[in-house]
């Protein structure tokens, strides 16, 4: 279920949205299919185009923030090495647009979340217990109202199929150390701020979004994977947001919001998507790449 020519390189791994791919022993080929996942759950059909929308969207992130954190991206237009990677100018024109060539890195076994405003699972947690993954918050706050001050909220990384479990910062500094969990969560946030910031003058509210990072051999830290696309984010039109209320969304809570009204117990294989539910999806994923990367 690839969507996209697949290249002649091995494949070492298949995620939800991602395949990666072996160049050499420095490099490596992350290719953005238009697989769509919810709930931890690959869904049957693709959503056309999306792949290379969020490569746009991650490859934008990725250089405006060069100047505060290292990221993967050995170039950020893959076209010329990929013809001679892959051997054939077609198929090197045809990976191009959803493709990444990127550093061999040891990516860290945690999500760094980072949250804006109360949305999701996280108005749920609030509603319940009064906090966000155990971070305490004033009482009396609504739904998709901003927090205070943007929190952080890591998680596990889990297998395809299986669901990420929040954990504590503290677990977080015992996995991977006192000193990288905590420049993780600092440049989490940094980032986080500014990238809210331009995107409110856009239009766009980020109300959360999720981070990945992985080491080098000298244990410097790399911003990987994708960043703040809206498969890994949550985004409000500003014009639309309303307190007290879900509001509508330029990313997949759109589709979740479908699937919450059907009969499905949110385990594989998922349910198929009805087309005019594929086609406004992918006009909301293609509106927020013009608001974001509009000059």
């Known amino acids: 279920m690839s969507h996209y020519p697949v290249p002649p390189l091995d494949r070492l791994h298949q995620g939800k949205v991602r395949d990666i791919y072996a160049v050499d022993d420095e490099r490596l080929l992350i290719v953005a299919s238009d697989r769509l996942s919810a709930f931890d759950v690959i869904l049957p059909d693709p959503i056309p185009g999306k792949g290379e929308i969020l490569t746009r969207i991650s490859n934008f992130w990725f250089e405006r923030f060069g100047d505060q954190i290292r990221n993967h991206l050995c170039c950020l237009d893959p076209s010329s090495e990929l013809v001679e990677i892959v051997g054939n100018a077609e198929l090197a024109a045809q990976l191009a647009p959803r493709s990444m060539l990127v550093r061999r890195l040891r ?111 000298e244990g410097r830290l790399y911003l990987i994977d994708e960043v703040l696309t809206p498969d890994s984010s949550r985004f409000w039109p500003v014009d639309e947001w309303q307190l007290g209320i879900s509001p509508p969304s330029f990313d997949k809570q759109f589709v979740r919001d479908y699937l919450e009204t059907l009969d499905w117990d949110k385990t594989a294989p998922g349910p198929n998507l009805p087309q005019t539910i594929i086609d406004q999806t992918r006009t909301r994923y293609e509106e927020a790449g013009r608001r974001l990367l509009a000059q």
């Open 107 to 217: 990516p860290l076994p945690v999500e760094a979340i980072v949250r804006g405003y109360l949305a999701g699972s996280g108005w749920k947690d609030y509603q319940a217990t009064g906090a966000i993954c155990g971070v305490r918050l004033p009482a009396g706050l609504s739904q998709a109202e901003a927090l205070p001050e943007p929190i952080f909220t890591p998680s596990t990384k889990a297998r395809v199929g299986d669901h990420d479990e929040n954990i504590p910062f503290e677990q977080m500094r015992e996995m991977i150390g006192d000193e990288l969990a905590i420049q993780v969560r600092d440049s989490s946030l940094a980032i986080y701020r500014r990238a809210a910031a331009y995107a409110r003058e856009r239009g766009i509210i980020i109300a959360d979004t999720k981070f990945e990072f992985g080491t080098d051999r």
